[in-house]
């Protein structure tokens, strides 16, 4: 199957690093179709250029955050969701260009992410809602699901907010496509409490604790680490552009 690979993607200094060494590990991965949404009114330049250097396929899209959900880049991460209404808009390309799909995978791979290639591996075996541990997050070394004798998911090691219905990160889990054209109303919103985007996504694909198919040998082994680039302070440079969303976001490339 393909996969199709949902990075959202937003401007900040280290954008163009991230966006450039994603791309050289996707590179590597046969049979991937990257769909890179982007936080901006219009495609950039940056993005596209890495994305053609790349020879990676993919589709390059643009949503850009409702102005009252958008952080400032002083903001603290956790303050607003990430990511939403991008992974909307290509779960929305995805609904009207592979209507007809019978096959495919799909992962939501952030910009900033480290990624095994092994993952891949993983994600091509998804049935229906794939999931397997993830390093660095959490407060945790890894948080993963637990896996009883039985082979299914017994319990989460999570500890923050455990009480979700999938104490998960969004890079833990990978679905069949079918899944997603079926559901069509399944989709991230603002509407839901602090760290439960992935748990509504998956309820609202009927997905439960039971039918997850754990992966990567029983949760045993981490492919995907949730590392997060230091926010440089650049005080040497024009900070104040830097909050207000420069629109000549080339000058600080
Ligand atoms: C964690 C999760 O790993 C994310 O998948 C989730 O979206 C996020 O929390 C959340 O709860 O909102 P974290 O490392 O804190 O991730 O988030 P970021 O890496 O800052 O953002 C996630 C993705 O959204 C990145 O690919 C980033 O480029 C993109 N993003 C970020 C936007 O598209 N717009 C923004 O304003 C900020
Ligand atoms: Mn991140």
């Not at 997060?228 to 302070?233: A, D, H, L, V």
Request: aromatic residues 10%.
């Amino acid at each position: 199957p393909v996969i199709y690979f949902i990075t959202p993607t937003a401007f900040r200094p280290a954008q163009r690093a991230d966006l450039t060494r994603l791309s050289y590990t996707l590179a590597h991965v046969p049979n991937l179709h990257w769909i890179v949404v982007e936080d901006t009114l219009e495609p950039s330049k940056c993005v596209s250029d890495v994305i053609n250097r790349s020879r990676v396929k993919a589709t390059h899209l643009f949503a850009k955050t409702r102005t009252d959900m958008k952080m400032k880049y002083a903001d603290p991460n956790w303050r607003l969701p990430r990511g939403v209404d991008q992974r909307n808009a290509a779960l929305a390309w995805i609904r009207t260009q592979l209507s007809d799909a019978t096959t495919g995978a799909v992962y939501f791979g952030d910009d900033d992410n480290t990624y095994d290639l092994r993952l891949f591996d993983e994600i091509r075996k998804v049935k229906k809602a794939g999931v397997w541990p993830v390093g660095i997050v959490g407060g945790l070394f890894v948080e993963t699901p637990k896996i009883g004798a039985n082979g299914s998911i017994e319990s989460f090691n999570a500890v923050w907010k455990p009480e979700r219905s999938f104490p998960i990160d969004m890079a833990a889990f990978a679905l069949n496509l079918t899944l997603v054209l079926q559901n069509p109303n399944a989709g991230f919103s603002y509407d839901v409490p602090r760290g439960y985007q992935e748990s509504t996504f998956l309820e609202g694909l009927g997905i439960s604790r039971k039918n997850m198919e754990p992966l990567a040998a029983s949760c045993s082994q981490v492919f995907v680490w949730h590392t997060r680039t230091e926010k440089p302070t650049l005080t040497k440079e024009k900070k104040k552009m830097l909050e207000r969303y420069p629109k000549n976001i080339e000058e600080f490339l």
